[in-house]
């Protein structure tokens, strides 16, 4: 899931999974942290989720894809 909210002219982005789904460590990976897996980890929540948030500026786009443990790459699902 990706919840995003408007906080002075940026957008906070918050991407959410469940815990153990997939398997071990997860990161978001895109040209907001220049495609780089170890800038925004998903850390646990403590509610059976993992989360990671980052700051983007107002009225643009990006791309980003998730990486996981064992070389796995997903994107993300759309709300249904």
């Not at 646990?44 to 500026?57: C, N, Q, V």
């Not at 643009?60 to 894809?65: I, Q």
Request: proline share 9%; with cysteine; charged share 20%.
């Amino acid at each position: 899931m990706l919840e995003r909210q408007r906080i002075k002219g940026r957008n906070k982005v918050t991407s959410v999974l469940p815990e153990d789904s997939p398997q071990g460590s997860v990161s978001v990976v895109g040209d907001c942290t220049q495609w780089n897996p170890a800038a925004h980890p998903l850390e646990p929540g403590g509610d059976g989720t993992r989360a990671a948030e980052a700051s983007l500026p107002a009225n643009s786009s990006h791309s980003f894809r998730y990486l996981a443990a064992g070389d796995y790459w997903f994107d993300h699902e759309p709300a249904s």
